[in-house]
């Protein structure tokens, strides 16, 4: 009989307390293994090498740091034992872009903007979370990108407006990107039409549905549980 694979998962702030719930529901479902692991540091991925049961590894979120990242030389160490290794959402985009030569795979919206040389800063990813139960405080630039080019294909925002939203999110650091932060400084200095139909999606039930690095977080976990 083929057992099916652990998988693994570091993750962190990219996804919520719900989601974690709901992604445990559908391991049950798939009969798999699902074990969810903090945000990626230093030496955990070689701890996995050598693992006795078979599992996939997803990177998400990590820590940030020189001391405390995972290193390209630690992937490399993980992939030439050979275990398969996906990244996604932060940490694990940044990382899979990195190391796709050598085999990391990567998926997702913040992947391919990544990859496509849209952005190229670290610090888009970047953001501030409650230690005890991962919930972001602030907004990662990332998120702020996604939301933006949606309000543009929608119409809701032109490309002027769109443009000077970011260079205002883009003045903020991560760690004073707070939602009420940049809000009240895109009220300030964006045409009032533009700043109300950005505040639409500050309502509490709406911050999660432009979460974009926690929707790519969700769909590369979900489809390792239903392959």
Not at 21 to 30: D, F, S, Y
Not at 31 to 52: K, S, Y
Not at 77 to 98: C, D, I, N, T
Not at 191 to 203: G, K, M, V, Y
Request: glycine share 6%.
């Amino acid at each position: 009989m083929t057992i099916s694979p652990t998988i693994t998962v570091f993750t962190g702030p990219s996804l919520r307390p719900a989601d974690l719930i709901r992604l445990h529901a559908l391991a049950a479902e798939r009969n798999r293994t699902l074990d969810l692991r903090p945000p990626v540091r230093r030496h955990d991925l070689l701890a996995l090498i050598g693992a006795e049961s078979p599992r996939k590894i997803i990177m998400l979120d990590g820590e940030f740091g020189q001391s405390l990242a995972v290193s390209v030389t630690e992937v490399r160490a993980l992939l030439f034992a050979g275990q398969p290794l996906s990244g996604a959402s932060s940490m694990g985009a940044l990382r899979a872009v990195e190391c796709r030569t050598i085999g990391m795979t990567g998926s997702g919206w913040v992947y391919e903007q990544y990859l496509n040389g849209s952005i190229d800063s670290d610090g888009d990813v970047a953001l501030l979370y409650d230690p005890e139960d991962f919930t972001p405080v602030t907004i990662p630039l990332v998120n702020v990108r996604w939301l933006l080019a949606e309000r543009v294909k929608e119409k809701d925002l032109s490309t002027e407006e769109a443009s000077s939203a970011l260079e205002i999110a883009q003045a903020l650091n991560f760690r004073d990107r707070r939602h009420s932060v940049l809000l009240k400084q895109w009220k300030r200095g964006l045409p009032e039409s533009a700043a109300a139909a950005l505040e639409a999606h500050f309502a509490t039930d709406r911050l999660d549905d432009w979460d974009r690095k926690r929707l790519d977080a969700l769909e590369v976990v979900e489809a390792a549980l239903l392959s």
